[in-house]
């Protein structure tokens, strides 16, 4: 357990709906990461916040964003959802830099 | 473009026998390598590795760093069932915190 915890574990939804991935980082830590993975694509940094605003940004598409709230946790929206959006969704949290401690995941698909 | 390349994508090897993984990267501003074990869900940390030439040493596993050569290798001795999982290697370079992650290489242990 890396002390990362992801709600939902499982999300079914249909295509052109919304969504909304919650994470909770480990006590402490006070950057939080989303990865996207996908069969074909492996692991794919998704965006970075660190004590509340945005540090980095990677593959975002524009119908999703993130936050971070004054408690540290991170919430991801996926908005107008297509089916290729299906995956597992990773948190990950970090004291700063180096090893990040991941979250269990949250399956999304879009049927 | 920063890329991170694993080999090979995947290997089956009996009980006992070593195995060595494989990972290349070609990234600007490089800082550190990281290896991780994903079984069922979450990645796990396994090695963090900053300086060439430095062998990292956990039980069966150990792990190396060639910043000449821009590759790092994982060697599992003395395999076992248990370590069937996709070993992911990943590199943090650059101004941000994100990780840059290879596709993973598939080990499968059979008794």
């Known amino acids: 357990d890396s002390g990362v915890t992801q709600t939902p574990k499982h999300l079914i939804t249909a295509t052109g709906q919304r969504v909304t991935l919650r994470c909770s980082p480990r006590s402490g830590d006070l950057s939080v990461y989303w990865y996207q993975q996908s069969l074909d694509q492996g692991l794919q940094f998704l965006i970075q916040?660190?004590?509340?605003?945005?540090?980095a940004k990677g593959n975002i598409l524009e119908r999703f964003s993130a936050q971070q709230f004054p408690d540290l946790h991170s919430e991801l929206n996926l908005s107008s959802l297509e089916l290729g959006d299906s995956a597992l969704y990773f948190c990950a949290s970090s004291v700063a830099t180096g090893n990040q401690y991941f979250g269990p995941g949250t399956r999304l698909t879009v049927t | 473009e920063d890329k991170v390349v694993q080999s090979p994508l995947s290997l089956v090897v009996h009980e006992g026998d070593t195995v060595t993984l494989n990972c290349s990267y070609e990234?600007?501003?490089?800082?550190?390598l990281l290896w991780y074990k994903q079984e069922k869900k979450a990645p796990t940390f396994l090695f963090m590795l900053t300086s060439s030439g430095i062998e990292k040493k956990s039980g069966r596993l150990s792990s190396i760093l060639d910043k000449k050569e821009l590759f790092s290798i994982l060697n599992i001795t003395a395999t076992q069932t248990g370590d069937s999982a996709i070993y992911l290697c990943?590199?943090?370079?650059?101004?941000?915190?994100?990780?840059?992650f290879g596709t993973g290489t598939r080990l499968q242990v059979f008794p």
């Open positions: 916040y660190y004590n509340g605003e945005e540090r």
């Open positions: 990943a590199v943090e370079a650059g101004n941000t915190d994100k990780l840059i």
């Open positions: 990234v600007t501003n490089f800082r550190s």
